[in-house]
């Protein structure tokens, strides 16, 4: 389904959906009649609320077989939460003020009216969550122990940006490298997902995409692999080498930086195929205490597979965005990971008691996903490696 297609989509069913809500609300069996005035109560918004979500699952069937997937299904729900019980409420209480002729009226019962009242505080909600979040980047920075046995004593602080997922660059981006860049680290991972769109949208933004992966620099060099969006983008690779950013897949890479030997494993998409597990396998038994050994993946789910109290000293990951809304108390409702709730939403966790780091990513799902961050704002992170004390 194209964008331009899904945006009908989206216009369509909201109207169906509007034109259900008021019609059932205002409609001759909306409501009853009392004292010659036609009053709407609670009872008749919950029916209308209950049948217009009979209608939505109904639309599905025949917009899934035009297209619409998972992250379409999501937006949809998303624009009728935000904008239908706001819109709605106006409708019924412009109703209400306009005479039904002979002396009737429309009345809205006073628990209604509190209701739809109070869905006005959705409008701020959806600004906030789609206009204001998806851009409000942090820096998170956490520091993580290293073992007696790694060799040296300096600090060092890896930049991770990652999940950028853009169709285009815009100053967004820009702000986010150039951002990285001003906490001057020392090793820059990008654990994929960086352009989402067709092969003719890449070649489009090549330029830009070398201009912007430019702008990253590091003593130790900057890493990249290959996430969910960037699979079948041929072009991608050269335009990495362009900008001069390495590209990990299944390779084993290793630097020194001041005082310390860094060996850094990239793996494919796929973390279990042969050439992802050989990798791993390397790092994980290769002999040597002396050098400090870091795993990026795309999905945080490769930390799943590694040895309890790996040789692997830090895997880092992207993929999950945090989940992009959060319920406080509870967590993200959707990951599309396998693990922890707590972990998928990001930051330094011990899984299988090895260290594992998921950023939030700086972008959103695109496609047919709303831009959406709910207590889940964007981030570039800084870890700093250093003995432990």
């Known amino acids: 389904m194209s964008q331009q297609t899904f945006a009908l989509v989206v216009i369509g069913s909201t109207l169906i959906d509007f034109l259900v809500i008021t019609g059932v609300c205002l409609g001759a069996r909306g409501f009853g009649v009392r004292s010659g005035s036609a009053e709407i109560g609670m009872k008749q918004v919950l029916n209308a609320v209950l049948i217009t979500a009979l209608v939505f699952m109904i639309k599905l069937t025949p917009l899934t077989l035009l297209g619409l997937n998972l992250f379409g299904v999501i937006h949809l729900v998303y624009?009728?939460?935000m904008i239908l019980p706001p819109a709605a409420a106006v409708a019924?209480?412009?109703?209400?003020?306009?005479?039904?002729?002979?002396?009737?009226?429309?009345?809205?019962?006073?628990?209604?009216r509190i209701f739809a009242v109070g869905t006005f505080a959705l409008i701020p909600i959806g600004v906030y969550a789609s206009w204001i979040e998806p851009f409000r980047l942090q820096v998170e920075t956490t520091r993580v122990p290293l073992g007696p046995a790694r060799q040296g004593k300096a600090t060092f602080r890896i930049g991770v940006i990652a999940d950028l997922q853009t169709s285009r660059i815009t100053d967004y981006e820009r702000s986010a490298f150039d951002r990285l860049m001003s906490l001057r680290p020392?090793?820059?991972?990008?654990?994929?997902?960086?352009?989402?769109?067709?092969?003719?949208?890449?070649?489009?933004?090549?330029?830009?995409?070398?201009e912007l992966l430019s702008r990253l620099s590091a003593p130790g060099?900057?890493?990249?692999?290959?996430?969910?969006?960037?699979?079948?983008?041929?072009?991608?690779?050269?335009?990495?080498?362009?900008?001069?950013?390495?590209?990990?897949?299944?390779?084993?890479?290793?630097?020194?930086?001041?005082?310390?030997?860094?060996?850094?494993?990239g793996v494919e998409l796929d973390t279990m195929t042969g050439g992802a597990r050989e990798t791993i396998h390397q790092l994980e038994t290769a002999p040597g205490d002396e050098d400090i050994r870091i795993l990026v993946a795309h999905r945080p789910d490769v930390a799943l597979g590694l040895k309890r109290r790996s040789r692997i000293d830090l895997t880092v990951?992207?993929?999950?965005?945090?989940?992009q809304i959060v319920v406080p108390g509870f967590g993200p409702p959707m990951t599309l990971s396998d693990v922890p709730r707590q972990v998928a939403a990001g930051g330094l966790h011990s899984l299988v008691d090895n260290r594992l780091y998921v950023s939030r990513g700086v972008g959103c799902e695109r496609g047919q996903a709303p831009r959406i961050r709910f207590f889940c704002p964007p981030e570039i992170s800084i870890l700093q490696l250093s003995s432990a004390p």
Request: aromatic share 4%.
């Open 79 to 81: 624009v009728d939460l």
């Open 221 to 265: 060099g900057v890493y990249f692999v290959l996430g969910d969006v960037d699979r079948g983008h041929y072009g991608l690779e050269e335009i990495l080498q362009s900008a001069g950013v390495g590209m990990l897949v299944n390779e084993v890479t290793r630097i020194k930086l001041g005082d310390r030997q860094v060996t850094i494993g």
């Open 317 to 323: 990951a992207g993929h999950t965005h945090g989940g």
């Open 92 to 112: 019924l209480l412009v109703a209400s003020s306009l005479p039904l002729g002979e002396g009737r009226r429309v009345s809205v019962s006073k628990p209604a």
């Open 186 to 210: 020392d090793l820059i991972l990008m654990p994929g997902d960086l352009f989402q769109g067709s092969e003719k949208d890449l070649e489009a933004n090549r330029a830009d995409l070398i």
